[in-house]
């Protein structure tokens, strides 16, 4: 049957609002890829662009180990689970890619769910009760914020927001909380728009000193940073420490999908018992698990994957600071490069791809007014060869545009 001709009057309320989007030059334009995530991909209409903005921090999304660990999972563990786990949807692929896991990022235990939304979602939702107080850097992803509203609404529990990485801050809200059954401090580990690395170990001090809980989204971090990739906690001399990290599978380790909730074996059970992710929603595919699997155990065999992306975040960051742009300063392979005005940012990520490099342009509201900013983002994958055609690329479009001289 033909598609109607006439909007309802729903699809067209929805259209109305999709022309707002577009009249204030916030609608997101979706490029359509044809190749493998990679440092260069094939892009529908543009063909060959070099890729500066994926989570594929450590080139795994094509990993010949990889791939072929998906296809053998496929082929020996069909397409899907077709139950959530306690029914019939677990298999022994689960276990074992929870395992090397928790190994890897040192923890008694962990557990897999189809993404890191979901995990973070299910633990703040199942552990957090009523009496309890949950506080958050300001910073902090949107799936820790979703959680944290879910758990509110489910509990009616107490949240508190501290200024981004401000530990006075942090200090005076735990001081507010002080009749709370349980406090849980939750941060991402790295920040996803600055770069930033959180202060796990004045965290961890400071929440030692209250009786706290700290909770960690590793999710930009692990495989990422600390001298072997596994993240925040080793970077900061930590490793072993945190009570709970959460992460994803859908960045360093192979990009494809699927998160985790790694700590006390006691801590996993309890979401395997009564997180609503793991109860009535199936769990991570087999081939998923078996690529994913594959990918930790890339990271553990071969560090330095993790040195390679160090060495090129350091010469990204040098030669850009060098062609005059104004890179916010750290030491994570996300690199926001602050332009000033929103409109200047979208221009910028415009003309960087006419040039063939593809980054994108943040603004307000997601980042503050005046902050807006392109935000590269470096992968071991990348060649020297590739990191100075963006830096040509930049400079190109840095001086059109008015940014550097
Ligand atoms: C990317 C990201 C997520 C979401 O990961 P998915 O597995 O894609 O759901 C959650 N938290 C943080 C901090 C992230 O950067």
């Keep these: 049957m033909a598609a109607t001709t006439q909007p309802t009057p729903f699809a067209a309320s929805m259209a109305a609002e999709i022309d707002q989007l577009k009249r204030d030059r916030v609608y997101k334009r979706l490029n359509y890829l044809e190749s493998p995530q990679g440092p260069r991909v094939r892009m529908e209409g543009r063909g060959e662009i070099l890729i500066l903005s994926s989570n594929n921090y450590l080139g795994l999304c094509d990993e010949p180990s990889v791939v072929q660990a998906g296809i053998a999972g496929l082929q020996t563990l069909g397409a899907g689970t077709a139950s959530v786990r306690f029914i019939c949807g677990t298999f022994a692929i689960h276990r074992t890619?929870?395992?090397?896991?928790?190994?890897?990022?040192?923890?008694?235990?962990?557990?897999?769910?189809?993404?890191?939304w979901n995990a973070n979602e299910g633990f703040t939702a199942t552990v957090v009760g009523e009496g309890d107080a949950v506080l958050s850097d300001a910073l902090n992803h949107a799936s820790i914020i979703d959680s944290m509203r879910l758990a509110k609404a489910i509990t009616k529990c107490t949240t508190a927001v501290y200024r981004h990485g401000d530990m006075d801050d942090l200090v005076a809200k735990l001081e507010a909380t002080r009749g709370a059954r349980r406090r849980i401090i939750w941060t991402d580990g790295?920040?996803?728009?600055?770069?930033?690395?959180?202060?796990?170990?004045?965290?961890?001090?400071?929440?030692?000193?209250?009786?706290?809980?700290?909770?960690?989204?590793?999710?930009?971090?692990?495989?990422?940073?600390?001298?072997?990739?596994?993240?925040?906690?080793?970077?900061?001399?930590?490793?072993?420490?945190?009570?709970?990290?959460?992460?994803?599978?859908?960045?360093?380790?192979?990009?494809?999908?699927?998160?985790?909730?790694?700590?006390?074996?006691?801590?996993?059970?309890?979401?395997?018992?009564?997180?609503?992710?793991?109860?009535?929603?199936n769990a991570l595919p087999p081939t998923v698990a078996s690529s994913a699997l594959a990918a930790v155990q890339f990271v553990a065999a071969h560090p330095e994957r993790v040195r390679t992306l160090r060495d090129n975040t350091r010469y990204f960051r040098e030669q850009i600071s060098e062609a005059g742009f104004k890179p916010l300063a750290g030491e994570t392979p996300i690199v926001p490069i602050i332009v000033g005005e929103t409109a200047t940012a979208i221009q910028m990520s415009d003309m960087l791809l006419d040039e063939g490099v593809f980054v994108t342009g943040f603004g307000y509201p997601v980042v503050p007014k005046g902050e807006a900013r392109v935000?590269?983002?470096l992968s071991a994958a990348h060649t020297r060869a590739d990191l100075d055609q963006a830096i040509a690329a930049f400079k190109t479009v840095g001086r059109k545009a008015g940014i550097i001289k």
Aim: one cysteine or more; glycine letters at 14%; proline letters at 3%.
């Design 375 to 377: 935000r590269c983002q």
């Design 97 to 116: 890619l929870e395992a090397e896991l928790a190994r890897f990022v040192g923890t008694e235990s962990s557990l897999s769910f189809v993404s890191a």
């Design 190 to 281: 790295i920040f996803s728009m600055e770069g930033s690395i959180a202060k796990l170990p004045s965290i961890l001090e400071i929440a030692r000193r209250f009786g706290a809980i700290v909770v960690v989204d590793d999710s930009h971090a692990t495989g990422v940073i600390g001298e072997t990739g596994r993240g925040t906690p080793e970077h900061c001399g930590v490793f072993g420490e945190v009570d709970v990290i959460t992460s994803t599978l859908g960045k360093a380790l192979g990009g494809a999908s699927g998160g985790f909730v790694a700590g006390p074996e006691a801590v996993c059970d309890i979401l395997t018992q009564r997180s609503r992710p793991q109860l009535f929603s």
